[in-house]
């Protein structure tokens, strides 16, 4: 993936002039560490970065000169990475499985926190690593609603099993701490706080004063038309929630936002391949490219058309089926998406809100998926 040297207006100044044959990223970096600052100064605890979500080397320089200073890392690249970016910086390693290799590199390069939501995993971590003031975070479920969609299937203990391995983590001698993830793009703050209250109780029912709680991400990213995601309630509810749950026994709050954080910063613009028969549009990016998400979480509504020339399409929203370039009829938008019924072959249409698991699952599947990122000052005309 190339990034540009150059710094745009806005998309249509660059694409009125470059004539794209892929799509293009376009990515924003004060509006990344507007959103950080956001976060920062809203969230009530430490905000950490998960670079799984996107972790390309300017997303991860400009969190950092906003002042993220924690990373979650999920495998030793990412650690590496970091490292390498940003000397300094805190990492937590809070992939819950993991082999004894990758325990050894993260032991080298000094993780700060780990999660666990096993026995087996436990052990693990109990024989390689050294406790002196690392973190285990026992990692906890519940069925709660207001998610795109919930990790409880793969990973995370049962409120019982978790009370065991928290006293394990404490009798070990690590710092104890309990670690939840209440979904992705969750709008529901009262998710947050369910957890909460449960990890108080999962404290309290283990006999053990922890020492943090770390509240996961899931925060939205704006993905429809209409108010953005109200993250002051949800910083809100949590500050409240754990403060009720834990009184005087309140641990320090940490959260892991990737969406949240890095996703409406970029928007990509794919091209009008052909309009079948005027019904069925085919674009030059789909969902085995940057648009991969769709299928899972569903569409992202905040869309406009540039024609070829730089002015932007103002005809009446018409239900278009969208396809993808490959040659595989997976690849297809869900459902239908709004475009003007004068849309033509050689428009761009442009995704906004794409900073997120958009260029870290680019297959290059039948040749496809040749992605630039040009920098501009606004996102919009």
Avoid at 6 to 27: G, K
Avoid at 123 to 138: F, R, S
Avoid at 146 to 158: I, S
Avoid at 220 to 247: K, N
Wanted: charged share 15%; net charge negative; with cysteine.
């Amino acid at each position: 993936m190339e990034m540009s040297q150059s710094v745009w207006n806005n998309p249509a100044a660059c694409l009125s002039s470059v004539d794209p044959e892929n799509p293009i990223l376009f990515f924003a970096p004060k509006v990344l560490q507007a959103t950080a600052r956001r976060f920062i100064d809203g969230f009530p605890g430490m905000v950490t970065y998960a670079v799984k979500a996107n972790p390309m080397d300017a997303v991860i320089e400009n969190l950092s000169a906003a002042g993220v200073c924690g990373f979650d890392v999920a495998s030793p690249v990412e650690m590496r990475l970091i490292k390498a970016l940003v000397p300094g910086a805190v990492l937590h390693y809070n992939n819950p499985v993991r082999s004894l290799a990758e325990i050894a590199v993260a032991v080298s390069l000094g993780v700060a926190s780990y999660s666990v939501d096993s026995m087996s995993e436990l052990a693990k971590l109990i024989a390689a690593v050294p406790p002196e003031g690392v973190e285990i975070a026992v990692r906890f479920k519940l069925s709660v609603t207001g998610a795109a969609y919930d990790f409880g299937e793969k990973f995370g203990a049962n409120a019982q099993a978790a009370v065991v391995l928290l006293r394990h983590v404490a009798d070990a001698g690590f710092m104890p701490a309990l670690s939840f993830h209440p979904g992705t793009q969750c709008h529901a703050a009262q998710a947050w706080g369910s957890y909460i209250r449960t990890a108080a109780q999962i404290a309290d029912a283990a006999g053990v004063v922890i020492v943090r709680v770390n509240v996961g991400g899931g925060f939205p990213s704006h993905r429809t038309v209409g108010s953005a995601p109200d993250l002051a309630m949800i910083f809100a509810t949590i500050d409240q929630v754990a403060t009720e749950a834990f009184g005087d026994a309140r641990p320090v709050l940490v959260c892991e936002p990737g969406r949240g954080l890095c996703a409406d910063a970029f928007c990509v613009a794919t091209r009008v391949k052909a309009v079948r028969d005027g019904v069925h549009v085919f674009l030059n990016d789909g969902v085995y490219g940057t648009l991969t998400e769709m299928p899972q979480i569903g569409v992202i509504d905040r869309v406009e058309v540039i024609a070829a020339s730089g002015l932007v399409r103002k005809g009446a929203p018409l239900p278009r089926v969208v396809f993808g370039p490959t040659c595989d009829s997976l690849d297809r938008l869900p459902g239908q998406v709004m475009l003007p019924d004068d849309l033509a072959e050689g428009d761009f249409v442009i995704f906004h809100g794409m900073g997120a698991y958009s260029t870290v699952t680019n297959t290059r599947f039948n040749g496809f998926g040749a992605l630039s990122v040009e920098t501009v000052l606004h996102l919009t005309a």
